[in-house]
């Protein structure tokens, strides 16, 4: 038994597999941020007026801002219809249940 690892080294490989995985996606969100602020400069310097580039400034937080609650609407409308559907499924085991009735 001389050859076993001790159990609170085991218990730290979890962690830094973890630990790993949030790096990975840390430097890919840092990336992936640093291309979009390069390509929001490029389009806005295409822009010669200065009333326009202001407008498209704030135009920009607000399609983001549509786009995010269109995605949690139409998630939330998928999660709702899926819990619909668990929640007449188990209704009908448990009347199934209690009334001692087969199902077809």
């Keep these: 038994m001389g ?3 001790p ?3 085991i218990m730290f490989l979890p962690a830094i597999v973890v630990g ?3 790096g ?3 430097a890919t969100f840092t990336v992936l941020n640093m291309r979009i602020v390069k390509h929001r400069s490029f389009i ?10 202001k407008f498209l ?13 269109f995605a949690f609407i139409t998630t939330q409308s ?4 899926k819990s619909r559907d668990t ?15 087969v199902p077809n």
């Design 3 to 5: 050859s076993m690892l």
């Design 7 to 9: 159990v609170h080294v």
């Design 20 to 22: 790993m995985f949030g």
């Design 24 to 26: 990975v996606l840390g």
């Design 44 to 53: 806005i310097s295409l822009v010669h007026r200065s009333t326009t580039k």
């Design 57 to 69: 400034r704030m135009l920009e937080p607000i399609v983001i801002m549509v786009r995010a609650a």
């Design 78 to 81: 998928v999660v709702a219809e």
């Design 87 to 101: 929640r007449h499924y188990y209704s009908e085991m448990l009347f199934c249940i209690k009334s001692k009735k």
